[in-house]
């Protein structure tokens, strides 16, 4: 699951279930009706603004992949993170690897944060570096960003 900031246990909880009914076209009514019948419990309120920051959160990130590489993702695809994180900015990517000891493709995500906004070239040259190193992937591709947290301490 794209971690979405600012939705309920409950979400987290129904996330696969929600994910598909919203892809199919369901509205939010009808899903939560399912939810209903399907014995997941959803206070009508908290379902949709869970819903509605869900659907915020895929249209902002969606954006970041029409970043060009030499400039940064805009200070508007940065949401609050509320979990920990030692830097200001983190921006999770997606990328296809060779398993090394298999051969199996695989594909993974990683999270790699800064104090500065860097550019997406920048970023991207981290998680090359990191992948390299810590988990010995030394062919990847697809690479794209799905996520950009800034840290609560750093928010106006």
């Known amino acids: 699951m794209p971690f979405v900031v600012g939705v309920s246990a409950n979400f987290r909880t129904a ?6 009914w919203l892809a199919e076209g369901l509205s939010a009514n009808e899903t939560l009706e399912r939810l209903k019948q399907e014995g997941l419990g959803y206070r009508r309120q908290n379902f949709l603004q869970d819903v509605k920051n ?3 959160s ?3 990130w969606e954006g970041m992949k029409f970043t060009t590489q030499d400039n940064a993702f805009g ?10 994180q030692a ?16 051969g199996e493709m695989l594909t993974k995500h990683m999270t790699v944060y800064s104090d500065e906004r860097l550019s997406r070239g920048e970023w991207e040259e981290e998680v090359s570096e990191v992948a390299r ?3 010995e992937h030394d062919d990847i591709w697809g690479l794209q960003p799905v996520e950009a947290y800034e840290s609560p301490e750093y928010r106006r």
């Open 133 to 135: 190193e810590n988990y």
């Open 54 to 56: 869900y659907r915020e």
């Open 87 to 102: 830097r200001r900015y983190g921006v999770v990517y997606k990328y296809d690897t060779l398993d090394p000891y298999s």
């Open 75 to 84: 200070q508007d695809r940065f949401i609050e993170a509320d979990r920990y």
């Open 58 to 60: 895929l249209a902002d």
């Open 15 to 20: 996330f696969q279930y929600i994910k598909g």
